[in-house]
Nanobody, 124 residues
Framework: VQLQASGGGLVQTGGSLRLSCAAS????????MGWFRQAPGKEREFVAS????????SYADSLKGRLFISRDNAKDAVYLRMNSLKPEDTAVYFC??????????????????WGQGTLVTVSS
């Protein structure tokens, strides 16, 4: 599967963004999807994951309540809604896909396919 992330940009503190990740290739609904982010000089970190059906989600503890992952299997897409953005949310955001047994996955090493990333910059 090929992944294309979009929707990043420059936003002020407190603002919102919705990132999208379009998948190409068969059987998108067979993949667990995840979002990760990487800030300058830091390691890539888990943001959120969603099960194949969309009924189960998981989030990084520090981001719960502000970021929301969803998917539309009819459109082969996964989304990340980000609210109340802070300067520390500034990072390149990546979507990723995983075929696996569990509902969600949280480690970078779990995922098999990655998109190219979209930059989110939050100004103070």
């Amino acid at each position: 599967v090929q992944l294309q992330a979009s929707g990043g940009g420059l936003v002020q503190t407190g603002g919102s963004l919705r990132l999208s990740c379009a998948a190409s290739g068969p059987t998108f609904s067979s993949y667990v999807m995840g979002w990760f982010r990487q800030a300058p000089g830091k390691e890539r970190e888990f943001v959120a994951s969603i099960s194949r059906s969309g009924t189960t989600t998981s989030y990084a503890d520090s981001l719960k309540g502000r970021l929301f992952i969803s998917r539309d299997n009819a459109k082969d897409a996964v989304y990340l809604r980000m609210n109340s953005l802070k300067p520390e949310d500034t990072a390149v955001y990546f979507c990723a896909a995983k075929r696996g047994y569990y509902s969600t996955y949280e480690r970078v090493s779990d995922y098999d396919y990655w998109g190219q990333g979209t930059l989110v910059t939050v100004s103070s």
